[in-house]
């Protein structure tokens, strides 16, 4: 913001905010990175009080990040919006899983509900049969104290990222391959947060080869469709797998990505030939001329 001849103030906690607020801060307007805790809800704490406070704030709304924290939500209103996404079935017990009515053939992949991060994903997290679905339910139940979501494991065509900037329309960026672990197939990514195999041993990883211009096009219209159905504003990340068919699969969007200078948007900054500081400072210039400010 400094790059664009703004004074910067950090704020903190939601908490801090409020705090803050009635102690008669004052702010032109503001930008939202702040996760939240303890409550499904814990990503609209900031919006809403910026919202109450009469603050503009780029980035989703409090609506917006409350939807897309809940995967099984997310997962409907795309489906709606004719994104292939793979069927699922949310449980709130291992004994509420029912082998006669499974989100498809196994190998299933189970995640946390109200989660991102790669929380709550293991090696795990991908199951081969009824009973090792019912384990990794009870994990994520019983850990996390939330629904876990079930789906098919996408396999065959690789994982990929698409960041999407701007509103209205948005803007699809040039598509990121993850890398991923050959052996159980999950994203280098999730696997990272959960630490390598052994203290001396990283992960293998793999790519599936280099990325068709038609299906780097298909990714980009499905994220810029999903960001539009889901009203998400100035800036996010799609996440999709691809199967042996050559098929995307919507995973789920998060509208409030790192920007972080060794993940997504600096990666695809430096793809397209761009300084970092540039380039985001471009995106948060065009969220403040959404809000009427210059």
Excluded at 48 to 57: D, K, S
Excluded at 118 to 140: F, H, M, Q, Y
């Amino acid at each position: 913001m400094e790059h664009l001849g703004h004074t910067p103030v950090r704020v903190g906690t939601a908490a801090d905010l409020r705090d803050r607020l009635g102690e008669g801060l004052s702010l032109d307007a503001a930008i939202n990175i702040t996760e939240g805790a303890h409550s499904r809800n814990r990503e609209a704490y900031v919006p809403i009080l910026l919202e109450m406070a009469g603050v503009p704030c780029l980035g989703s709304d409090a609506l917006t990040l409350s939807v897309t924290l809940d995967k099984a939500w997310t997962k409907d209103l795309v489906a709606a919006a004719d994104i292939p996404t793979p069927p699922h079935r949310v449980y709130s017990a291992p004994e509420a899983v029912d082998a006669d009515d499974l989100p498809g053939a196994f190998p299933l992949f189970v995640k946390p509900r109200y989660e991102g991060t790669s929380k709550g994903i293991t090696p795990d997290s991908k199951v081969e049969d009824v009973a090792a679905l019912r384990r990794a339910v009870d994990r994520i139940t019983t850990t996390y104290d939330q629904d876990a979501v079930a789906e098919p494991f996408v396999a065959g065509g690789g994982e990929f990222t698409v960041a999407v900037v701007g509103h209205d329309p948005p803007e699809a960026l040039p598509v990121l391959q993850r890398g991923v672990e050959p052996t159980t197939g999950l994203g280098l990514h999730a696997l990272e947060h959960r630490g390598a195999p052994t203290a001396d041993q990283d992960w293998e990883y793999e790519l599936r080869g280099t990325l068709a211009p038609a299906l780097e096009d298909r990714l980009q219209a499905l994220s810029r469709r999903a960001f539009d159905t889901l009203d998400c504003r100035d800036f996010a990340r799609a996440d999709f797998r691809v199967d042996g068919d050559g098929t995307p699969w919507f995973l789920e969007i998060n509208p409030l990505p790192t920007f972080k200078p060794d993940d997504t948007f600096a990666i695809v900054a430096e793809l397209m030939g761009r300084d970092y500081v540039d380039y985001l400072a471009e995106v948060f210039g065009r969220g403040l001329r959404r809000l009427g400010l210059s």
